[in-house]
């Protein structure tokens, strides 16, 4: 069984993605990335088809025919990992905001201290991000509250993307039946670990702001991850009725 892969969506990130996988690689040789690019009109797909020359064994793309949002990138993501019987499945972002010298603190927790969802968590011990405008800060914290608030789970960074899941979290997730596609994608997974009582555990993370390239952010997402929340809770007090 292989070990360990990274999942990365992407969709136009030509100025982070290979700066990105090489730093993945250096920091953990050992682990497989897989990029799963929307068709990004920047040419970010074949950025990594030129890098695959230099990792042709570790570096796998997946190219989909439009951008068809975060969540359903990842689910593609979990469902080739599967196939291919990888037992840690971690997911991050393109853009340098987390921090790849953390993958290994998520794997470890999962692997040597026995979780089975690990969270870089920007809110574990306080407030740890860089570069962020109050209102975007206050908006993400107070996100973060609302939803422990509303699912009761014990998870200080509910809406955290820096993310490793042991596959069996995975295998007994019915990903076909995740409905969220931005970021309230994120709390979604948790709160179905949560339910299922697998062992989630924070590990305490400085997220930073991208530098490069354009922020995937919008009122959509919000709007998504507010009402979205109130409904799946609602849904999941029925289901166990």
Avoid at 59 to 88: P, S
Wanted: glycine share 4%.
């Amino acid at each position: 069984m292989k070990n360990a892969l990274v999942i990365i969506p992407t969709y136009n990130e030509i100025e982070n993605v290979v700066d990105i996988v090489k730093a993945v690689f250096t920091e953990i040789s050992n682990f497989d990335v897989l990029i799963v690019d929307d068709s990004s009109p920047d040419g970010t797909a074949n950025a990594v088809k030129l890098l695959q020359k230099e990792y042709p064994e570790q570096l796998h793309l997946v190219i989909r025919k439009q951008k068809l949002g975060l969540g359903t990138a990842y689910i593609h993501g979990f469902k080739w990992a599967l196939q291919r019987n990888y037992e840690y499945i971690c997911e991050m972002d393109a853009d340098f905001s987390h921090n790849p010298k953390d993958l290994i603190r998520l794997y470890q927790e999962c692997h040597q201290n026995g979780a089975d969802v690990a969270i870089g968590s920007r809110y574990k011990t306080g407030i740890n991000v860089v570069n962020w405008d109050m209102k975007r800060l206050l908006l993400s914290y107070f996100a973060s509250k609302y939803v422990r608030f509303i699912t009761r789970m014990n998870i200080a960074d509910t809406t955290a993307g820096f993310v490793c899941y042991k596959r069996e979290v995975l295998e007994n997730i019915n990903l076909d039946n995740i409905k969220f596609i931005g970021y309230a994608f994120q709390i979604e997974m948790k709160f179905k670990a949560y339910l299922k009582q697998f062992k989630i555990q924070e590990v305490s993370v400085i997220f930073t702001d991208r530098t490069k390239g354009t922020s995937k952010m919008d009122g959509s997402i919000i709007s998504e991850a507010v009402f979205g929340v109130i409904r799946m809770k609602i849904k999941s007090i029925f289901q166990k009725k």
